[in-house]
């Protein structure tokens, strides 16, 4: 079956654009969440939603970040007003319920000029 | 808080030897545990978990057992191939599951 599709696979932008990052999760998964992997790093957590919920955005590291899942399946991380230092991996993953193992996607790779 | 720390890398073992890869973490309560695995140019994988203190989680001939004295999951395989070549990735998810820490990974080169 379909795996977590991310899209666009790479986004190029100029500082103080604002983009936004798509995640189709594995369908019938509840649980999505958003992770950032910089360079040399492990993936940082980001928010996590439990359906339309966005349980936790805890790991969102200030207001330009945002991210939306209005039915309950494709979810969508906006940044606003960019940075260079938003220049990231921006992972996605999705899981069948609560603690239970993630499928990840292959990434949007967000490079910030 | 809840943090794993993973053994800095890089490893450049030879074919048909033995890997270990150290992992230790820092929880509230009673994580779950997980190692995953990134091939070159793939996403992340779910390599093996153990979800409770002296489960084994083993897959694809790699082993990790879950230690609470030691607070250490660390990852073994009796002899790599090169097609293990890959970066690993040490986590835990807390028992609500809300969120998974991740180490910072580390990066296993196996040469013929």
């Known amino acids: 079956g379909a795996g977590v599709s991310q899209t666009p696979s790479n986004k190029v932008t100029e500082k103080g654009k604002y983009v936004e990052l798509r995640c189709d999760p594995i369908?019938?998964?509840?649980?999505l969440y958003w992770y950032r992997q910089s360079l040399g790093q492990g993936p940082e957590f980001l928010i996590y939603f439990q359906g339309t919920g966005a349980a936790d955005d805890s790991g969102l590291p200030n207001d330009r970040f945002f991210a939306v899942r209005p039915e309950g399946s494709v979810s969508t991380l906006k940044i606003q007003r960019t940075e260079r230092g938003d220049s990231a991996v921006y992972l996605c993953?999705?899981?069948?319920?609560?603690?239970?193992?993630?499928?990840f996607g292959d990434g949007t790779r967000l490079s910030i000029l | 808080g809840n943090s794993v720390t993973q053994m800095e890398g890089p490893v450049t073992l030879s074919e048909e030897a033995f890997l270990t890869i150290n992992c230790t973490y820092t929880?509230?309560?009673?994580?779950?545990l997980f190692w995953y695995v990134q091939y070159p140019g793939e996403g992340l994988q779910l390599l093996l978990k153990?979800?409770?203190?002296?489960d084994k989680g083993s897959n694809k001939g790699f082993e990790a057992t879950y230690r609470k004295e030691t607070t250490s999951f660390h990852l073994e395989k009796g002899s790599v191939q090169v097609s293990d070549s890959a970066v690993y990735f040490c986590?835990?998810?807390?028992?609500?599951?809300?969120?998974?820490?991740f180490g910072t990974g580390t990066s296993l080169t196996v040469i013929p």
């Open positions: 369908s019938g998964h509840t649980a």
């Open positions: 993953a999705s899981s069948i319920g609560l603690g239970q193992p993630q499928h």
């Open positions: 929880a509230t309560g009673y994580p779950s």
């Open positions: 153990a979800t409770k203190a002296d």
């Open positions: 986590a835990l998810s807390d028992r609500l599951g809300n969120q998974f820490y």
